[in-house]
């Protein structure tokens, strides 16, 4: 059985390149194969534009998996989840809820980083229905070869590939559910929404909703864990 996620500092990023390079632990070979073929992918045309297929990171097996939206700039240019400033946010949350990011496996929902231009700077656009249904498959091995407990779903994005396209944070948010995938999920708003808050007191607000939810998912995985059955 996977290990419970236990109190620690939020750990950085792994500075290891390459398909599937951030994948660690006993059973991840398996998943780093797939991180290969993933970086060759071209089930969408996001490829076309993006640098590089980010893929998933941390421990396999995990009992925590959080998977995100989709790379923004600075993830597309690392090949990293969350390393830019949503990923500084999320860290402020995962400290703030105890857990260690080395422990988790962080992904998202599409790989690619899609984009549009604005002058010198290239500015986020939301994957539509077809590149989020098209990038499933990597999503549903992921979730295969890492057998989490339980699933963060951050952002709309992510809960729509783990639910289906008519489903919304709203409607979620605040206890936990089952994803298609038949794994107990957790929904909640991407770090990235905190980020564009203005309100010095409102973005800590959120922050500490997004650290209660992480705190929920973490106790069901470690209720989960000590279930004889």
Known sequence: MPRTPHVVEAAEPSEAVGPGAGIVGPAGSELAVVAEEAAACTRCDLYRDATQ???????VPASLMLVGEQPGDREDQAGHPFVGPAGRILDEALAAAHLERSELYVTNAVKHFKWKP???RRIHQRPNVGEVV????????EVQHVRPVVIVALGATAVRSLFGHEATIRSLRGGVQTSRLDVPTVVTIHPAAIVRLRDAEQRQTEIRALATDLRLAARTAAAADVDPA
């Open 134 to 141: 098209a990038c499933t498959h990597w999503i549903d091995l």
């Open 118 to 120: 604005r002058g010198k």
């Open 53 to 59: 297929v980010v893929f998933g990171e941390g421990p």
